[in-house]
């Protein structure tokens, strides 16, 4: 089964930092593009940031409210997506998804993201 | 970035109704669109990929049109129970990645 498992969220205060992770099975998680997807407490999907794979460069793409405080890394050996955030503002709290990225932003045939985490928590409060 | 709008953000309907739900895009995104369906607490799962083709184990029941910066549309021809829920769009033409507002789909 594929599964996605998100890990890491907590309170931190406002000029904190936090590393979420993300750990995934039943798929070759060396070979995925994988995204991170936030949700505020009561408001939509915002996208995040995107990491490749490191056959394709390990190239990162971030949103704006977020490049330069967020880093996104992964660990092929552990199978495991990282989401370094620092510089916490209160408009960072959030649901943080893991998901994969359908390596077809663009292109046709042009897929979905049909495999999510369930989610973690950040809570970015004095 | 490209911006999409979604309407209406809120919809109340009926078990057996249709609704359509739609989603406009800023610039030309072709058929790059996805819609999502998201319970509370949930993750979003995926509904429709490429504007109009039904993601695998999804109801026949949901459709999607559109293409360009053409009006996209979801549509639910016979609203169950299960499918009260909010709904996303998202175009995967180009990054960063955006989402719609959010239709949120309520019992009358």
């Known amino acids: 089964e594929v599964q996605l498992v998100e890990s890491g969220g907590g309170l931190v205060k406002p000029g904190g930092s936090l590393r979420l992770s993300c750990t995934s099975s039943?798929?070759?998680?060396?070979?995925?593009?994988m995204t991170w997807v936030r949700q505020a407490p009561g408001k939509g999907l915002e996208w995040v940031g995107r990491?490749?794979?490191?056959?394709?460069?390990?190239?990162?793409d971030y949103a704006a409210p977020v490049k330069g405080r967020f880093t996104i890394s992964r660990d092929d050996s552990k199978n495991t997506l990282y989401l370094q955030m620092s510089s916490l503002k209160t408009e960072d709290t959030a649901v943080y998804y893991c998901t994969t990225d359908p390596k077809t932003v663009g292109t046709t045939p042009n897929y979905g993201m049909d495999v999510w985490g369930q989610g973690t928590t950040v809570t970015v409060s004095s | 970035d490209i911006q999409l709008t979604q309407s209406p953000s809120f919809l109340s309907a009926s078990v057996g109704d249709r609704v359509t739900i739609t989603c406009r895009a800023s610039?030309?995104?072709?058929?790059?669109l996805a819609w999502y369906q998201q319970k509370p607490g949930k993750a979003p799962k995926l509904l429709i990929y490429a504007a109009s083709t039904l993601q695998s184990g999804v109801p026949s029941r949901f459709g999607g049109r559109g293409s360009g910066t053409a009006e996209f549309t979801l549509t639910i021809s016979s609203l169950q129970p299960e499918d009260f829920a909010t709904y996303y769009c998202?175009?995967?033409?180009?990054?960063?990645?955006?989402f719609g507002g959010g239709t949120k789909v309520e019992i009358k």
């Open positions: 039943g798929f070759t998680f060396s070979n995925a593009w």
């Open positions: 990491i490749k794979s490191k056959t394709d460069g390990e190239t990162t």
């Open positions: 610039e030309g995104i072709s058929n790059y």
């Open positions: 998202q175009q995967l033409s180009s990054y960063p990645l955006t």
